[in-house]
């Protein structure tokens, strides 16, 4: 079974400084990997996802994140946080090799990201 | 081209009474997934349909609660004898190829 895990409830950064927030995962064979961004009483919004290639990914409003299969994990990046970057962040798995019609992405708890200024 | 669509935004129900819930895929999409979001928590899978078709339904609890995706319409997430307990927010994804997800603004059911 795959599961997520995102160690971090809330992570506190200074805006200019850069973020990190971290993500593992678990799944039998090469993972689909995904961020999500969700603002208060809001849908999810795609930040990035990384399905092969390269293992530094680049998504929206400047984020990024490095795929480590050695250390199973997927940390979500920005060289600058901005006081608009406080949100709820998720971490999301799809094993593609799971079959049985388990197409279904399995997420993280989420992590809540507080820019202050 | 309009993302997924979600109605009503906000739903209030009575303990008892039936809750229907509407997801609008993307054009063109024919995956539909339900998820529940409970307060302080990621989401949950509930339910993957494709047109006309329940492909897994692993997360879906097996009583009063029930998914459908019509050959025409959207897909509606129906729950039935509603009880505190449903009270979350329920959001809709669509895809087309299973990679990449679009999620809707989801639909917050609060039972009374």
């Known amino acids: 079974a795959q599961s997520v895990a995102q160690p971090e409830d809330q992570v506190n950064v200074a805006e200019g400084n850069p973020l990190t927030v971290k993500c593992t995962y678990s799944v039998s064979g090469n993972p689909y990997l995904f961020w999500y961004v969700q603002y208060p009483n809001r849908g999810l919004q795609f930040l990035l996802k990384?399905?092969?290639?390269?293992?530094l990914v680049k998504g929206s409003y400047g984020f990024e994140a490095e795929f480590n299969k050695s250390q199973t994990s997927f940390h979500l990046k920005k060289p600058s946080a901005l006081v608009s970057d406080s949100a709820l962040y998720f971490c999301?798995?799809?094993?593609?090799?799971?079959?049985?019609?388990?197409?279904?992405?399995?997420f993280g708890k989420g992590t809540h990201l507080i820019i202050q200024p | 081209n309009a993302g997924v669509m979600q109605n009503p935004r906000h739903l209030v129900r009575r303990r008892g009474q039936e809750a229907r819930l509407r997801c609008s895929p993307v054009?063109?999409?024919?995956?539909v997934y339900w998820y529940r979001q409970l307060p302080e928590e990621g989401l949950k899978f509930m339910v993957y349909l494709q047109k006309e078709n329940i492909i897994d339904e692993s997360g879906m609890p097996k009583e009063r609660f029930s998914a459908e995706f019509p050959k025409e319409g959207p897909s509606i997430l129906r729950i039935q004898q509603v009880v505190r307990g449903d009270s979350a927010a329920y959001f809709c994804a669509s895809s087309e190829a299973a990679v990449g997800y679009t999620f809707g603004s989801g639909t917050r059911l609060t039972v009374v």
């Open positions: 999301a798995v799809r094993d593609p090799y799971s079959g049985g019609g388990a197409d279904g992405l399995t």
């Open positions: 990384y399905i092969t290639g390269d293992n």
């Open positions: 054009k063109g999409h024919s995956h």
